[in-house]
């Protein structure tokens, strides 16, 4: 079965949610909008307190080229637009919705009816990505990249397939698994769109072999169209980062920075990303909600939610059973590459996969032992790197040597301290060497 | 509410400790000691439990007193694992006020006076064994004969090692006829150190090891693989040398090459480095043992090379990913 070829771990998967169904989550009573849901220029805020919105009016539009817009998910009157504590920990611009009753935009159709490629002939490429663009659509599983700016490569770099990202390596998130499983044909579809928009005629859906009825099903839909073909792979963590994935499937690696994965001739699009799209084209319906896995092993109800981008992470715990006694620690995003979230006041975005709660003992460290040079975070490295090398330069300051060591190569998967059984905070000071050796070399690129 | 622990992630672990390392290596280790016990007897035990029990009270005693420091260490079991591993470096009737001597430089020199675990350049329990060695040659290379129970009084023998090296000296290959069969050296009937005694059950413990991770094949392979070789090559040219199978079933070339040269610390980081670095214990070993003055080289060779570990790091890094696409493309 195929993997990646460079190292690799396998935590425990507890995919607690797995068998239980997609829900509806409630309207909340009060949604915030942060105008930084996506990497790149912040969305400007085009409506202003008293404003009366609906469910798909735009309150913000894109602040550039690499920028998405954001659009209303519930109906209400806009209370406030200043800034407020989002996932990231910062206090950052954004728009409060009071919410009234749930009336929704004319041009959005609301039928759940299955809209094939094959009804809209229409459609052409670029009409596609300027769908796209307008939907605000960014990358779900968590790096909120536009996907319009993905779907344009760079002059002198050609398409050659789609690869669908449909791993979900993080333990814990089956977000993605259920959405499989209860939304095949709209994600072929996304898929198909997704090709035509670039113009290529073969597309891959990676599943990894922890979800064999996934994989089923999916191939089974997958089967009138022979363009598509489904990939089971080995079950390894990071396999959902997007170097990985292209090199599992179709067996080449991108060389490195600032070399990017369209050089490979593949681009990625994560399972969630492709229902958005199939929504945002077929059905004219902005980025407005997306299936986020709400999860831990303390929480009564660990679920699977379908709710409205700007509702607070404490109503969706809520709806779970409510917040366990014993937490410890809350994760916004699975256990290896999730952030701590400050506050569960603050709402779920555009790239919320997951919330993981953790109890007090399993979010506490263990304690620091000396590095034992046991080199199992040289072999769990998945770009090749040296992280316990990357780790001590950064510790030194030493940020000559940490460009020599390829500290930027770094994906910040966490598989070296995941490893470590010295339990040292390896990806702590590789993340500290990364950004300050990146901003050199900006610094020294803008001279 | 309670307050929200914020931490950067990962937020799990995959629960791998240094204790579980340490002891996983001893767990290996205890079959070849029990053999060692049935085979030398009570000579065997006092080596070991006095090795043992002298490392742990130096580690002790240094970080207590010398260092200062609050952190109890000897509890990660790398103390004890020098101690093992010192002690089956070690003929069986060596006065204990030696082994004492030996644990002292072992942990005092060869591993606390570079910063403790993880600082150490060369490996603690060879750094005490060639210290005893070189100190104490008569004591170090009188090996009682396997099967010989008495610790006080005991019948010494030459040894595998030894009459290897008279065949060569004398030139005469009907010297080798006093070996004892391949079959015999893997399974223990020799004289020896501790170590020395059952190559199986090394191998056993080395296929431990591996099943649990706690070490790779690079390392192990290459050493044994180098020498069969190597010593291979010599006895086709030359009846002089001895057959490759007995080589490397003699002296301490399984237990160094499964358990010293393995040694996290003191070898290199990526495989690459480890290849080489075992292709040039197996060489260094094989020349020691026929061509030098002593009739095991595998401590020194192990040694040697501990030196070159910074070296090969620096020059030997892993195949980074994205590597293996740009010499397809020039190809």
Known sequence: ???????????????????????????????????FQHIGAPANAVVKKGDEVKVGTLLGEAGGFVSAPIYSSVSGKVSKVDVALDASGLRRMAVTVDVEGDEWEETIDRSSDLVRLADRPELDGKTIVEKIKTAGIVGMGGATFPTHVKLCPPPGKVAECVIVNAVECEPYLTADHRLMLEHPEEILVGLQLVMKAVNVTKGYIGIENNKPDAIKLMTEKAKQYPEIEVVPLKVKYPQGGEKQLIDAVIGRQVPAPPALPIDTGAIVQNVGTCFAIYEAVMKNKPLIDRVITITGKSLAKPSNLKARLGTPFSQLIEECGGLPEDTGKVIGGGPMMGKALLSLDVPMTKGSSGLLIMNDKEAKRAEVEPCIRCAKCVDACPMGLEPYLLSRISEQRDWEAAEHEDIVSCIECGSCQFTCPSHRPLLDYIRLGKSTVMGIIRARSAK | ???????????????????????????????????????????????????????????????????????????????????????????????????????????????????????????????????????????????????????????????????????????????????????????????????EVSALLLLLGCIFMLCKKIITWHIPVSIIATVFVFAGLLHLANPIYANPLQVIFSGGLMLG???????????????????????????????????????????????????????????????????????????
């Open chain 1, 1 to 35: 079965m195929k993997t990646f070829k460079i190292g690799g771990v396998h935590p425990e998967e507890n995919k607690l949610s797995a068998q239980s169904p997609i829900r509806e989550a409630q309207l909340p009573k009060q949604a915030i909008f942060s105008m």
């Open chain 2, 257 to 331: 090459a499964c358990f010293m040269a393995t040694d996290y610390v003191t070898s290199p980081m990526s495989h690459k480095g480890q290849l080489i670095y075992g292709v040039c214990i197996g060489l260094l070993t094989v020349i020691i043992r026929n061509w030098g003055a002593y009739p095991e080289g595998m401590s020194f060779a192990i040694i040697i090379m501990n030196a070159f570990t910074p070296l090969i790091n620096t020059y030997c890094k892993p195949t980074r990913f994205g590597e293996i696409v740009k010499k397809e493309a020039a190809k």
């Open chain 2, 1 to 195: 509410m309670n307050k929200l622990i914020v931490s950067l992630s990962p937020h799990v672990h995959g629960s791998d400790s240094v204790k579980k390392n340490m002891y996983g290596v001893c767990l290996a280790l205890l079959p070849a000691m029990l053999a060692s016990f049935y085979f030398f007897g009570l000579g065997a035990a006092v080596v070991m439990l006095s090795s043992v029990a002298a490392c742990v009270f130096f580690e002790w005693a240094i970080t207590k007193f010398i260092l200062k420091q609050q952190r109890l260490t000897i509890l990660d079991g790398s103390a004890v694992l020098t101690g093992m591993l010192l002690a089956f470096n070690l003929p069986s009737n060596l006065p204990i006020w030696i082994i004492v001597l030996g644990a002292l430089f072992a942990i005092g020199v060869g591993k606390m006076t570079f910063g403790g675990l993880g600082q150490n350049i060369f490996n603690p329990a060879l750094a005490g064994r060639v210290f005893l060695l070189i100190s104490f040659p008569v004591q170090m290379t009188t090996w009682p004969v396997s099967g010989d129970l008495d610790y006080i009084d005991v019948t010494t023998g030459a040894t595998p090692l030894s009459i290897m090296q008279k065949a060569i000296l004398e030139k005469n290959p009907s010297v080798l006829n006093d070996l004892p069969s391949s079959i015999d050296m893997l399974i223990g009937q020799t004289g020896g150190s501790l170590g």
